[in-house]
């Protein structure tokens, strides 16, 4: 099956930093989205996003399908940014999309 | 609004027992998902919905039995789990793009039920 991996697994970051996260692919994919889970479980949607650059407030992904990649920027991150960072990737379905989730990057921020 | 309600949110139960995790959506999507995540796991598909017909099962074991009343309603009946069953369950659902044409949205999910097998 397809292979979504992520990196770094583990970053810590000072309040008010910028940071990079990747997600790398290694088939062709429908389509690919961000999620953020809190510390209570929940996936929280970031992004939609198969192509192309999107940007919410200080979130911003760009995903690059014909090189099998994306990233998620985090720009001057705030404690509640922590959490878990996922990519998941959809492969298309007649009977529905079946989202492959990438390993996840774990995000600490302190004061 | 983009609301997935799961019921309960916690659950203990026993080998022997039978329970229900119960998902449930207003949004009017056509598909919905039910996931199992283990702890510093990402979420891991187990079974797909699509107009209330089963449509995918990632060779789940018969002790976990989905069922989709209506459109709105997934449920996911528990018997005889095991310790290591023992994770988060998480229910999604998205909307089709375009009717029969299968290109889906994207998915929403759920606060999930935190279970635990005893």
């Known amino acids: 099956g397809i292979q979504v991996e992520q990196s770094p697994p583990d970053l810590i970051l000072q309040e008010g930093a910028n940071s990079t996260l990747r997600c790398n692919f290694s088939d062709s994919v429908n389509n690919l989205q961000w999620f953020h889970q809190n510390p209570w479980g929940q996936l929280i949607n970031l992004f939609y996003?198969?192509?192309g650059t999107k940007q919410n407030g200080r979130l911003s992904a760009t995903t690059v399908a014909t090189e099998r990649y994306s990233l998620l920027y985090i720009s001057s991150s705030q404690t509640t940014d922590s959490g878990v960072y996922f990519c998941?990737?959809?492969?298309?379905?007649?009977?529905?999309?079946?989202?492959?989730f990438g390993t996840g990057t774990q995000l600490k921020v302190e004061l | 609004d983009t609301e997935v309600t799961q019921t309960p949110k916690h659950l203990v139960m026993g080998m022997t027992n039978k329970k229900s995790l119960k998902c449930e959506q207003h949004m009017g999507h056509r598909a919905m998902y039910w996931y199992k995540q283990k702890a510093k796991k990402p979420p891991e598909l187990m079974f797909v919905y699509s107009y209330e017909k089963l449509s995918i099962n990632e060779s789940v074991p018969s002790r976990f039995s989905p069922e989709c009343p209506n459109s709105s309603l997934l449920n996911l009946h528990l018997h005889a789990l095991q310790p290591e069953d023992s994770a988060l369950y998480l229910c999604?659902?998205?909307?089709?793009?375009?009717?029969?044409?299968?290109?889906?949205?994207?998915?929403?999910f759920g606060p999930g039920t935190r279970l635990t097998v005893t």
């Open positions: 996003i198969p192509s």
């Open positions: 998941a990737v959809d492969i298309l379905t007649g009977g529905g999309n079946k989202l492959t």
């Open positions: 999604a659902s998205s909307q089709e793009i375009s009717a029969g044409q299968g290109f889906w949205e994207e998915q929403y």
